[in-house]
């Protein structure tokens, strides 16, 4: 009897310490199934709208940055470009004609100017003459409307020069006509640059169903590039399990597709909130049928060591393990050198 209570009491103890260490272990290297594999997604979409007149890839093709996706028909947009060029050149010439008016009026006004200046010369010297009775009263009167004609004629010569200056504006590409035509000059250039979609990453293509014909509209996205340069993790830890979880700290990542291969990662960030805080419908626990549950908080995890050996695939399933026991400041301190 005294034997089956000793041994009793030691498979409860061997128990008790057994839940203890996995309770130790787990609280310093907590763990969790809920966690895909993520990346950077790039929705392609054409800046301009048109007919696809080629298209140079499949569903699922792996690309290089800066390869070409897809061509939009550039026929429209190299007509567009002839007649901004024609626009362009049109108003050159619109203000080359306005700056030699500008010229001309200018000489008139000078030469109105020298009239006048001549005409006050003579009604000085009529007048002058007329005080010692050389000449008539009347070549005096001559004199004097001989110099309000002048004098009118230059303030419309001064009107007119106004008028041109304000005809041509600023001179030179400074011009206002020149200077929207240059701007719809550099908008067909830019219109027919981007008929050819290329890839922004280095990726694979998904969920594309394009055909050459069919008909896309600017900046509404046709399919997507999944990037292959930066790999995370999102685990979604419970609540409970974020005590001692800090950026910087190490990770061991097992993707469920490599179950004997060991990703290495670093704990990049948590989030601000709850998944079920972004979700569509938000719990609404301000009512009397409220039970409590526990959240998932979602922890980015940087997966340092991409193998391209195993590929990874955006939402595949993932095991992650964080060491707590590691402090993130001590990955990163220096020992300064003592010196002489």
Known sequence: MQKRILTLSAVIG??????WGYQFYSARYPSTEDAYVDADVVRVAPRVSGRIAALNVTNHQRVN???LLFTIDPAPFQFALQQAEARLALAKREVAEAQAAVISAAAEVHNHQVLLDNASAKLQRAKRLSKKAYISDESVTDAEAEFKSAKANLKVAEAQLEEAQ???GQPGDENDRIVQAK???????WDLNNTKVSAACTGQISELKLQPGNVVSADRDVFVLVCNNHYWVEANYKETQLER???GQPADIRVDMYPQHHFKGVVESVSAAAGSVFSLLPPQNANGNWV???QRIPVRIKIDNPDPTLPLLMGTSTTVTIDTTES??????TIAKPSN
Do not use: M, N, Y
């Open 183 to 189: 701007a719809q000059l550099d908008q067909a250039r």
């Open 328 to 333: 993130p400041e001590k990955r990163h301190v």
């Open 245 to 247: 979880i800090r950026p």
């Open 65 to 67: 940055d800066g390869e």
């Open 14 to 19: 061997a128990g008790a310490l057994g839940i």
């Open 166 to 168: 304000q005809q041509l």
């Open 292 to 294: 409590k549950v526990i």
